[in-house]
């Protein structure tokens, strides 16, 4: 007789978990608070336009090679490495940085800037490179039973590396390049942690890595949003049910075992084993009122920033920008040093923008443009209002109108956004930290809240803010870790 599994959320980690227990014959079924599944990974359907709502490109493609293998099925969506990865602006320059993985393609775009650029950067890489080659398999691909079992898997680390855990992001990409342009856009990546380069360990320099010589990054025909929906088919390809608009408030257990979650009606959801999608910490202390994991407790860690998101439909076109973009401000440096401090300024030390229909012409009307926004502000731990989002918007779209040379404020026909009040509304972030728990030293591999309950034997977690961490490649890690723990269940 099969094992019944209730999985709370239907982000990349739940669903993931999910098909890898389905395949090998558990009865799954999934509870969820929103009206479709995804979580962060989501999207939005307004007038025509097709937004992501979270993510908008991935790496490590091997990892949903490896989930799909493991599950026993073909690769259920099409992705396209992306060439250049990004692009970069800065402010009072109409000089446009295209990043790409060859390095001569790069290095030429650094002449006059930053002298010997190709031989810094492929140091810079090489560096990098054995970083993730020497910790990923042993740090962030395994499960930890104890923190002294974590401590013993440190220990095969090479010790060559001691001192970059000594060091920031920030430093360590200032010890091989001197110019402003050359460390402001290698150190860029450290915001895809949710913090900044100044407060972000120089171990995850190895993110480099992964960008720039491994992977690079990928889009996905038809929108992020396909991975979501491709996977869900697969799943009730296996029977698996699931049920929305169910927002888990209580629960009971008997012998250190959890029998039911309750949902907001009153309803009891039974199984034999829960796996939780949910923020690890946020429902320990929410639902399951862990001293621990009390909200006082929640204030003293180490969360990341919020982010304002917002998403503009235009009645018009924009070749001049590409598909991935990031413009910087003047005050890098300024502010991103207190971006999780400081309520902030209109000036922002840099935002992104996705233009989802440039390579997906159906997100948009014909002749129009669908734009996503993202910039990174503090959480509602040090800015608890947003009243004041829609004149941090109109600076934005004023700023990026300028720098693109076309005023796109006459032509937005539709524009919505979410600030950190509304990721913790709408997605149990708490306090609107946009991944959850930073990777602060003391919150990574066993020092990170665990992927099996502490109380409850039959109770597992997976996604951000458990191991090894937020992304959607570490999702995918994660649901990996969080299956071998049901598998090992005695």
Same mark, same amino acid.
């Given at each position: 007789?099969?094992k019944?599994?209730?999985i ?16 090998r #014959?558990? +009865?799954?079924? *999934?509870?969820? &608070?929103? @009206? ?7 999207? $939005?359907?307004? /007038? ?19 989930l ?28 446009k ?14 002449? #006059?800037? +930053?002298?010997? *650029?190709?031989? &810094?950067? @492929? ?6 490179g054995? $970083?993730?080659? /020497? ?12 923190i ?12 060559k ?83 929305y ?40 202390g ?95 731990l040090?800015?608890?209002y ?29 524009r ?36 099996y ?5 039959n109770?597992?977690?997976?996604g ?10 570490m ?16």
């Open positions: 007789m099969s019944k599994v209730l709370v959320g239907t982000g990349l980690g739940g669903l993931s978990t999910g098909l890898r227990l389905a395949a #014959g558990y +009865e799954v079924a *999934f509870v969820e &608070k929103a @009206t479709q599944p995804g979580g962060r990974l989501n999207r $939005l359907k307004k /007038d025509g336009f097709t937004f992501d709502v979270g993510p908008s490109f991935f790496s490590m493609p091997y990892e949903f090679e490896e799909v293998k493991d599950c026993g099925i073909e690769m259920p969506f099409e992705f396209v490495e992306l060439d250049p990865l990004y692009t970069v602006r800065f402010r009072g320059s109409d000089r940085f295209s990043l790409y993985k060859d390095i001569d393609k790069m290095s030429t775009q650094f002449e #006059g800037i +930053e002298p010997d *650029f190709k031989a &810094k950067f @492929t140091a810079y890489l090489k560096k990098c054995e $970083l993730y080659n /020497d910790t990923v398999g042993i740090v962030i691909k395994q499960n930890f039973d104890s002294p079992d974590y401590l013993k898997s440190l220990m095969r680390v090479n010790p590396h001691l001192p970059v855990l000594l060091k920031t992001f920030w430093q360590q990409t200032n010890s091989f390049f001197t110019s402003k342009e050359a460390r402001q856009i290698v150190s860029l990546i450290a915001f895809f942690l949710g913090r900044t380069p100044f407060d972000t360990n120089a171990v995850y320099t190895l993110l480099s890595h992964i960008e720039f010589s491994h992977t690079g990054y990928y889009n996905v025909k038809g929108g992020m949003y396909t991975i979501v929906e491709s996977l869900v088919e697969e799943l009730k390809k296996h029977q698996v049910t699931f049920n608009e169910i927002e888990i408030v209580d629960f009971t257990s008997e012998n250190n075992k959890l029998t039911a979650v309750t949902d907001q009606n009153g309803k009891a959801w039974t199984a034999d084993i829960f796996i939780i999608n949910a923020d690890a910490a946020f429902f320990r929410s639902i399951f009122k862990r001293k621990e994991f009390s909200d006082n407790k929640l204030k003293k860690m180490s969360w990341t920033m919020g982010y304002l998101t917002f998403y503009v439909g235009v009645k018009t076109q924009l070749p001049q920008v590409e598909h991935h973009n990031y413009f910087l401000g003047d005050n890098y440096e300024d502010y991103a040093r207190d971006v999780m401090k400081n309520p902030g300024t209109l000036e922002k030390p840099y935002y992104y923008v996705n233009v989802l229909s440039k390579h997906n012409a159906d997100c948009a009307p014909e002749g129009c443009e669908a734009l996503f926004f993202v910039c990174p502000v503090p959480n509602l040090f800015k608890s947003w009243s004041d989002k829609n004149d941090i918007i109109d600076s934005i779209i004023a700023d990026f109108s300028e720098r693109i040379h076309q005023d796109i404020s006459k032509d937005i026909v539709f919505m956004a979410y600030t950190p009040e509304d990721w913790q509304d709408q997605f149990n972030l708490y306090k609107g930290g946009g991944l959850g728990l930073s990777h602060s030293m003391m919150q990574i591999g066993a020092f990170r809240p665990k992927n309950d502490e109380k409850f034997k109770v597992f977690y997976v951000a803010s458990t191991i090894p961490g937020a992304g959607l490649p999702a995918v890690i994660s649901s990996k870790l969080s299956a071998e723990r049901v598998l090992e269940m005695k």
